[in-house]
Structures are given as C-alpha cells and as structure tokens.
C-alpha cells in the first residue's frame, strides 16, 4: 500500500505543476486510466482496489547516460535482428516524446539513421482542449517515403503507439518495426507492426 500511496502522492504532485493527465502518465509510466484513479482516490483517501496496471520506475537507467548508452546498444541489438529477419531495414527513427527521445537518438546513433521526433495527443489533452492530434516537429527529419521504426519506453495499453503508427501511414512512412524497453501488454504486434521489447511484462492473474 506503501507504493500505492507514493504513486497517489507524485501523481498530485505533477498535476499541481501544471501537468495534464497524459503527461502525469508519461512519468509515472502507467495508463491515463490509472492516473485518474490515483488523483481521485488521493483526494478521497480511499482504500478500494485500483485498475490492474504495473508502474514502472526505470529511472536509475534514465539518469545515467552510460546506463542508457548500454540500454540503447542492446536495444539496437535486437532491432537489428528483427529488421534482418524481415528483410527490410531503416532510414529514419521515430522517438515518442518525452520518455522515448533518448533511447531513440542511441539507437539512430547506433543505426546511422535520422532521428525524427512525435509527440503524442496525450502530451496536450486536457478536459478543456478537447480533442487534440499528434504532430511530428519540423526540427527533426521527415518520415516521407522513409523506412522507419519507433521507439518509446513503455507499452502500457499500446494506444500511443497506435497513434503514431496510423500518423506515419498518413505521411508516407514505412514502418518495419517498434522497440521499447518494457512491455506491459505482452504483445508480438501493434497495429500490423511487429514489437520487440527487452523486457515483457505478462500479468497471470
């Protein structure tokens, strides 16, 4: 319950900073579900059970660049596989802000690829916006007529990556692959494309 309560605690903390519930679910890597969970029971102090999710900290990773630097190589590793095995490769990769941006320019380094940059509608919902639309900066490289592959942390329920997946159909992109440290949803493909994962996190109960 401990956790439980810190998890409550930060994400009031976040939210007080300004953050919007996307964002609140970036850092604390569990569903936007969960976030509205965690905010509303803070506040009510209560003890019922919460949605099923897992929060991941991978944060003694992320701090360390030397750490992130051996995460990535071997992220690359397994991209390398994947892209061979399918007989295809990569032209340019796609980060998913925020989490996602540092593994992905490792991992264009490692590839000699261009490194583009999408930042997910849930970075910029809000109750009061409304419905809000992914972009990719215009700072980064372009993904037309581009072989691509994405990168993010974590796969919580995979709609993020739907989203990008569906926004880079739409610009001409061609994506052989998505890669991310952990997978909570314990899934071989998202939207057609195949994932690969370090780490596959598969609930039994």
């Known amino acids: ?107 264009a380094n490692s590839l000699s690829a261009d490194l583009a940059v999408y930042t997910p509608s849930k970075q910029m919902l809000t109750k009061e916006s409304g419905k809000a639309r992914g972009n990719l900066s215009a700072n980064f490289s372009d993904v037309e007529d581009k072989e691509c592959i994405i990168i993010d942390d974590v796969i919580t329920s995979g709609r993020t990556l739907e989203e990008t997946v569906e926004y880079l159909d739409e610009h001409g992109a061609k994506i052989n692959a998505i890669a991310v440290l952990i997978d909570k949803k314990g899934t071989d493909e998202i939207a057609g494309v195949p994932v690969v994962a370090l780490l596959k996190v598969i609930r039994v109960n």
Request: with cysteine; charged share 25%; proline share 3%.
């Open 1 to 107: 319950m401990k956790n439980i309560e810190n998890l409550m605690k930060k994400a009031t903390e976040l939210k007080a900073e300004g953050l919007v519930e996307g964002q609140i679910s970036e850092e604390l890597n569990v569903s936007s579900e969960t976030v509205t969970w965690l905010l509303t029971h803070a506040e009510k102090a209560s003890t019922s059970p919460g949605p099923k999710d897992i929060s991941v900290d991978w944060s003694m990773i992320g701090k360390s660049a030397f750490r992130l630097n051996h995460v990535s190589e071997a992220l690359s590793d397994i991209i390398y596989e994947t892209l061979d095995e399918n007989d295809c490769g990569v032209d340019v990769v796609v980060g998913i802000a925020l989490s996602g941006l540092p593994l992905a320019s490792m991992v």
